[in-house]
């Protein structure tokens, strides 16, 4: 028999409650590799049909909780930034406020990641943030001695991405470190179009460069306030080249493939 509307909408509520109980409890309980109980056992925990389970279950793996493989129990997921990857890519792919909410976010997280960075970064830390300083140079030299431009410019960005993922590394903090892994993707579009700008208000990649040398020198120095401030007038100038560069770029903001 065909289910109505009502009943369907019942089912989809009892999935939506039964997978927002079991979040929690392979949040707060669970580690990664631990499987889940059977449908059977989880329907008779939950007094509902094992259909309302298997959707249920769909819905965590949905949401990157869990995994399921053909014949065996979902087993929870190492937790990883995809959904919040995919949900910036689209809001910076998509909508150019999205642009200036992302740099918005970065002066919280990341003026706080240099000051960590200048306090906590050991020798290794260091050396990865001046092996992507030195990768950005790479690409700057390559560029002005006229090779491939569109290369040039994509290893420059994802030097750059580098640069900020391992001052965050660098920082102590597994969110901040997480967060930044995250958003590597959407990153690299949002330098994209804030190189836009940068060209069009007459800066070099050079300037680029020297704006992460002072954070650089600032974390080597131990100097948490001077770091912070360095990334702060950074990510300003970062908002600048956006604003210049929406209004360049119009409709077409789509970094070339």
Do not use: W
């Not at 493989?69 to 995809?82: I, L, S």
């Not at 003026?111 to 092996?131: C, D, F, P, W, Y």
């Not at 970062?238 to 210049?244: C, E, G, K, Q």
């Amino acid at each position: 028999m065909t289910r109505t509307g009502p009943d369907k909408t019942e089912a989809v509520t009892a999935a939506g409650a039964v997978a927002s109980d079991l979040a929690q409890h392979i949040l707060s309980r669970l580690t990664p590799g631990a499987h889940l109980p059977s449908e059977a056992e989880l329907a008779a925990r939950y007094a509902v049909s094992r259909l309302t389970i298997r959707e249920a279950v769909k819905l965590l793996e949905g949401r990157g909780l869990i995994e399921i493989a053909r014949g065996r129990k979902a087993t929870v997921r190492e937790p990883d930034g995809t959904a919040f990857t995919d949900f910036l890519a689209t809001i910076v792919h998509n909508d150019a406020k999205g642009v200036f909410d992302l740099v918005e976010v970065r002066l919280s997280l990341e003026v706080q990641s240099a000051t960590l960075a200048a306090k906590r970064a050991n020798r290794a830390g260091i050396a990865a943030i001046e092996n992507a300083l030195e990768r950005m140079r790479a690409a700057a030299r390559r560029a002005a001695a006229g090779e491939d431009s569109a290369a040039c410019e994509r290893d420059f960005n994802h030097a750059d991405v580098g640069f900020h993922e391992a001052v965050a590394l660098s920082s102590g903090n597994r969110i901040l470190s997480y967060l930044f892994e995250a958003m590597a993707g959407p990153l690299e579009e949002g330098f994209f179009i804030s190189r836009r700008g940068s060209l069009a208000r007459g800066q070099t990649l050079d300037a680029t460069i020297e704006a992460h040398q002072r954070v650089l020198d600032a974390i080597r120095d131990g100097n948490g306030r001077a770091a912070g401030e360095a990334m702060r007038n950074h990510l300003k100038d970062t908002m600048r080249d956006i604003r210049v560069a929406v209004g360049e770029l119009g409709g077409s903001r789509t970094p070339p493939a």
